[in-house]
């Protein structure tokens, strides 16, 4: 498959993004464009892939080693998820999962091979998720975990506990709202499962960061449900099924971020490294706030101690901006950070962006 160099990626907001080696991947999303002309112009979303463009079928790559981004061409069963979509990798597969584009949510999953860049469509039966975007997925082993996000309504008869709450808040022609389902795919069989957990599983929720953070752990961070935005931390035992949280701040002088909402969060140390469950930071960039407006701050957790501090970088804000990590060695790690919506400075400016942000941390 052909690949073509640029020198800068599509500006684009809620896409997809995944590290794997030293390579990181991009699909999806939604850009813009401005149509009409004087003060009858207007700017107009335009999800990605967009089956009007040439380019339609293929995904954005940056290598870090060369600090050089490329369009690669892509082939097989293309997905047309639109924005929300969500990637993990397990060796050179990169799996998809959900999304949202003008038609409807999605329910899909999509594997697109890196040695050969074919797309496989995964035909599944029973037992999976219900169609949705802004959803949470980690690996663990050869399976994917999958929790909550903004989807369809669905009953609780058969789902383990998991519980669905309507939109109340937003007028849309459609029914759609949020929830705390609790799936695991297994990548081998390409079959969906049900999971039963115990202690406190998060509310239905969308909009917040999903991490795996060690060989069995996973953190959920922030979120919103309606037009409240959250600042709790959740960890679920991957192995045990278990759920503690939330762990919130124990005093009101106790450094804490404040609630946010389509954020970003990454780890600082390989999840997969066995140093991982004692020394484990994440970093979480920006987002949307309680006021609706962008948050202008970064925050690093130490997850073993729960201590939050804030990172004094000076650095423009977004929501609905990717982040990812690429590690070299247990502690020697790239944080990248791209895309989102920045703030809005006149009618005519497009939201969208093409920003780039490497932050490297190396073990002393």
Excluded at 99 to 105: A, S
Excluded at 258 to 272: E, F, G
Excluded at 297 to 319: F, Q, S, Y
Aim: charged share 25%; aromatic share 12%; proline share 5%.
């Amino acid at each position: 498959m052909s690949a073509v160099r640029t020198m800068e990626p599509l500006p684009r907001t809620g896409a997809a993004m995944v590290a794997a080696g030293r390579k990181v991947y991009v699909w999806g999303g939604y850009t813009q464009t401005i149509e009409g002309e004087g003060d009858d112009r207007f700017i107009v979303d335009i999800d990605l892939p967009d089956p009007d463009s040439e380019d339609d079928v293929t995904i954005e790559v940056l290598d870090l080693e060369q600090m050089e981004w490329y369009k690669q061409s892509t082939r097989g069963s293309v997905p047309q998820l639109g924005s929300g979509s969500i990637f993990a990798a397990i060796g050179s597969k990169l799996y998809l999962f959900g999304g949202w584009n003008d038609n409807d949510f999605s329910a899909n999953i999509f594997v697109l091979d890196t040695t050969t860049f074919t797309w496989e469509f995964v035909e599944t039966v029973i037992g999976g998720p219900i169609a949705k975007y802004r959803t949470g997925m980690v690996v663990h082993g050869q399976k994917l975990i999958v929790f909550g996000g903004v989807g369809k309504p669905f009953k609780s008869d058969g789902r383990e506990g998991a519980s669905y709450l309507a939109n109340k808040s937003f007028n849309f022609e459609f029914s759609y709202g949020w929830n705390n389902e609790l799936h695991e795919f297994d990548t081998t069989t390409k079959t969906w499962k049900v999971l039963q957990c115990t202690g406190s599983r998060p509310p239905p929720i969308g909009d917040f960061t999903f991490n795996k953070i060690d060989k069995t752990r996973a953190l959920l961070y922030g979120g919103r449900i309606e037009k409240t935005t959250f600042s709790s931390v959740y960890i679920l035992d991957c192995e045990l099924l278990h759920w503690v949280g939330p762990l919130e701040p124990q005093s009101p002088n106790q450094p804490w971020p404040a609630p946010r909402c389509l954020h970003a969060t990454s780890c600082v140390v390989d999840p997969d490294s066995e140093i991982a469950a004692l020394h484990q930071k994440v970093v979480t960039f920006w987002g949307k706030g309680s006021d609706n407006k962008h948050v202008a701050d970064i925050w690093m957790l130490d997850v073993a101690t729960v201590t939050w501090r804030e990172l004094k970088l000076n650095l423009r804000p977004r929501m609905w901006h990717m982040s990812c990590s690429s590690h070299n060695g247990e502690m020697n790690t790239d944080l990248i950070v791209f895309g989102g919506n920045k703030r809005r400075e006149s009618k005519f400016d497009k939201h969208v962006m093409t920003d780039l942000r490497v932050l490297r941390f190396e073990r002393g």
